[in-house]
């Protein structure tokens, strides 16, 4: 039997919470309630020391019951433009929710593409990287407004693993209306058992996801499933636990039930594998030796330990590092594009906005975003 994790020993937890917890549809409003509960647990995780990061869902919904929406189906212009008021409402129900706790919110709104385009993906990774430097509680949604296809339920469920592995978080909590992952249907069978950890999710695993989806979450188990594998996979450990009570963090911190999902890597380590490994380099920077002694020492690198720039990349391409002897040192994702690379090569950083005409990236590849040769 896997050993069962214990929430206080994670540094950062990305938090999913879906609209159904989030939104009375009969009565037409957010459930603050519950709502100030779970801030309360955020605020007294946030109060150790660890990160919190939320994806949230509920702007449709959120945004339907204020315009007072008929229940039913609505058409792809409907639900952007209620996503439209219900983000409005949605955003200042967390600011408000966590001020009282003195946490500031900070909201971010992405969509898949800012996960998957390397591009878009570090211009997000930083932004939320700043925030929670500034002690503040990204609340992340999905751009539902300006979605161009069918808004799928479920989806919101691996936005947040992806959103998990971006930040390289080490645990997802998916709060969900199940404990957690049932060995059958416990709607219909008595003894069906709650499976309290998967050590890796197999075929069995995914069996029994595809016949205990819930009836009240049309996304179900599996989706929640394809959540463990992005997260697992990328080092980050995942739960799954009821969103409904009052304190949903609390308990699963006091060992209620739910389900863990555990990884054998752990989130730094497998992003810099695929940095190294599954990345095709578009060009080379060649840096000084006082520069390779300061990657090797754990620092970013920096424009002024850049010697010459090879390659037609672009911000967010992988390039590889090499010393003076041509030696590869390491790869990376570069934050400048070619051009600008070439004009603030060797340059100290407080030249870059003299350099570029803009306010560019304090380094040319951050260590975050490095993999160094034999790690």
């Known amino acids: 039997m896997s050993k069962t994790p214990v929430l206080k020993d994670f540094r950062r937890i990305v938090v999913k919470v879906g609209s159904a917890l989030l939104v009375d549809h009969a009565a037409g409003g957010l459930k603050r309630d519950w709502l100030d509960g779970l801030c309360a647990d955020i605020a007294d995780i946030h109060g150790r020391g660890r990160d919190v990061l939320v994806v949230s869902s509920g702007a449709i919904a959120l945004g339907r019951a204020v315009l007072g929406l008929p229940r039913g189906a609505l058409k792809l212009e409907e639900a952007q433009a209620a996503a439209a008021v219900g983000q409005i409402a949605l955003a200042r129900a967390w600011s408000e929710a966590l001020g009282a706790h003195g946490i500031t919110a900070g909201q971010v709104l992405v969509t898949l593409g800012d996960t998957e385009e390397r591009r878009r993906y570090l211009n997000a990774r930083s932004t939320v990287a700043k925030l929670l430097e500034w002690k503040s509680v990204p609340v992340i949604n999905e751009n539902d407004t300006v979605a161009t296809t069918e808004i799928r339920y479920g989806d919101n469920d691996r936005l947040a693993a992806r959103v998990a592995t971006m930040v390289s978080a080490d645990l997802l909590v998916l709060l969900s209306d199940i404990d957690g992952l049932y060995d059958k249907p416990p709607a219909h069978n008595p003894d069906a058992r709650l499976v309290p950890v998967v050590p890796r999710i197999s075929a069995e695993i995914e069996a029994m996801a ?16 394809e959540a463990g594998k992005i997260a697992t996979t990328a080092g980050t450990h995942m739960v799954i636990a009821s969103g409904h009570v009052q304190r949903p963090l609390k308990r699963i911190a006091d060992g209620g039930p739910c389900t863990w999902f555990l990884t054998p890597a752990n989130p730094v380590t497998s992003r810099k594998k695929w940095i190294a490994g599954s990345l095709e380099p578009r060009g080379a920077l060649h840096i000084d030796a006082g520069a390779v002694r300061a990657l090797r020492s754990g620092a970013s690198l920096l424009p002024a330990g850049v010697t010459k720039v090879e390659g037609a990349f672009e911000r967010g391409d992988a390039v590889i590092v090499r010393g003076p002897d041509g030696a590869e040192v390491g790869r990376g994702l570069i934050a400048y594009d070619a051009l600008d690379a070439e004009k603030v090569k060797g340059r100290s950083s407080a030249d870059v906005r003299d350099l570029l005409g ?9 260590r975050d975003d490095l993999a160094l040769a034999g790690e």
Do not use: C, D
């Open 210 to 225: 595809g016949a205990s989806g819930s009836e009240l979450s049309r996304g179900g188990m599996v989706t929640k499933i």
């Open 358 to 366: 803009y306010e560019g990236r304090t380094e040319m590849v951050h």
